[in-house]
């Protein structure tokens, strides 16, 4: 959303004294511009309530993640929370503070931001090139995966063949609630290398022919 769309959104929750879920994913990794502000950073009233996760840019199994909470929030959220359980292992939390505080964290989303823009900017070439004018790119400005539209094909069928010959593709579909779902797929490219992209995506190209 737009910074005025975002505003917009923070003051109907502040009239409505409703709250705002925030997922900021992938906020980290823009590649052709910098980070748009967040909703809770843009929020003075107490509206937003922000989730983040280490998973995505650290590692899958550290499986911490965070919340920012409105002051009046607080409280309630602890009670649930230790309904739960008592919370993840303490020692990964301090670790993960150093890491943040001695600016090991920062470092690594530049680099990580680096590779994955060479990844995503071969992916998009290779897609180019075999597809041309035939497909259709969004979403490649951010995250670590982007979308391909293609008219005419049955995406779900296309995608149980492909992961019978290893290549796993999730059908764009699949994303969609009604009738008039458009067809492609979303393509991650954060643990595919650059010389891998090209072999890939001529596969994908003879499973769509």
């Not at 670790?95 to 600016?103: C, K, N, P």
Request: proline letters at 3%; charged letters at 25%.
């Amino acid at each position: 959303m737009s910074a005025a769309r975002r505003l917009q959104l923070l003051d109907w929750a502040a009239r409505a004294g409703s709250w705002i879920l925030e997922d900021d994913y992938d906020s980290d990794y823009r590649y052709e511009s910098m980070p748009i502000s967040s909703l809770q950073g843009l929020d003075s009233n107490a509206r937003v309530i922000y989730i983040g996760t280490f998973s995505k840019v650290l590692f899958p199994s550290l499986r911490l993640g965070f919340l920012v909470i409105p002051p009046d929030l607080v409280d309630r959220f602890l009670v649930v929370r230790l309904s739960m359980d008592i919370g993840p292992a303490i020692f990964s939390q301090a670790v993960l503070a150093d890491f943040i505080q001695e600016g090991h964290f920062s470092r690594h989303i530049r680099r990580m931001r680096l590779l994955y823009r060479e990844r995503r900017n071969a992916l998009v070439e290779c897609i180019e090139k075999e597809f041309g004018d035939a497909v259709e790119v969004t979403g490649e400005q951010a995250g670590m995966h982007l979308c391909v539209v293609l008219k005419g094909i049955a995406d779900r069928e296309i995608a149980l063949r492909a992961a019978q010959a290893k290549l796993w593709l999730v059908p764009l579909s699949s994303s969609y609630v009604g009738k008039r779902a458009r067809q492609g797929f979303v393509l991650g490219f954060g643990s595919t290398s650059k010389s891998e992209m090209a072999g890939a995506v001529r596969r994908l190209r003879a499973l769509v022919n």
